[in-house]
């Protein structure tokens, strides 16, 4: 199981960016997935997540009606489409799956997870 981000980088507030999670070594649609960050000195925190069985996104309330995700079974990718970037947005940020709880929706929660991505770099600057 490989999960792999790419699409970060550096941005000005309101600004927007799409990420992008390519799994490798498994179908995607068969996991529930999840988008996390962790700014500098902070804990990992969940950002949204999918939940392979019914195709439902669920959003932590910062990410309510500024992020999206969205699922390419073709690709076998989850995106992260983020826009009205702010400066608190600043962080690295994870793709993740698991597959041990598939009978519940997806969570936000890291220990939910077993697999993870390197992270990559999301800066906002005011």
């Known amino acids: 199981v490989q999960l792999v981000e790419s699409g970060g980088g550096s941005v000005q507030t309101g600004g927007s960016l799409r990420l992008s999670c390519q799994a490798s070594g498994f179908t995607s649609e068969h996991y529930n997935m999840g988008w996390f960050r962790q700014a500098p000195g902070e804990g990992r925190e969940g950002v949204a997540c999918?939940?392979?069985?019914?195709?439902?996104?669920y959003y932590r309330d910062f990410a309510k009606g500024r992020f999206k995700v969205f699922r390419d079974r073709t690709k076998n990718t989850l995106d992260l489409q983020m826009t009205g970037l702010k400066p608190e947005d600043t962080a690295v940020y994870f793709c993740?799956?698991?597959?041990?709880?598939?009978?519940?929706?997806?969570?936000?929660?890291?220990?939910?997870?077993?697999?993870w991505g390197q992270g990559i770099q999301v800066t906002v600057s005011s």
């Open positions: 999918f939940t392979s069985t019914d195709g439902n996104p």
């Open positions: 993740a799956a698991e597959n041990k709880y598939l009978h519940l929706a997806c969570k936000t929660g890291s220990a939910f997870y077993d697999f």
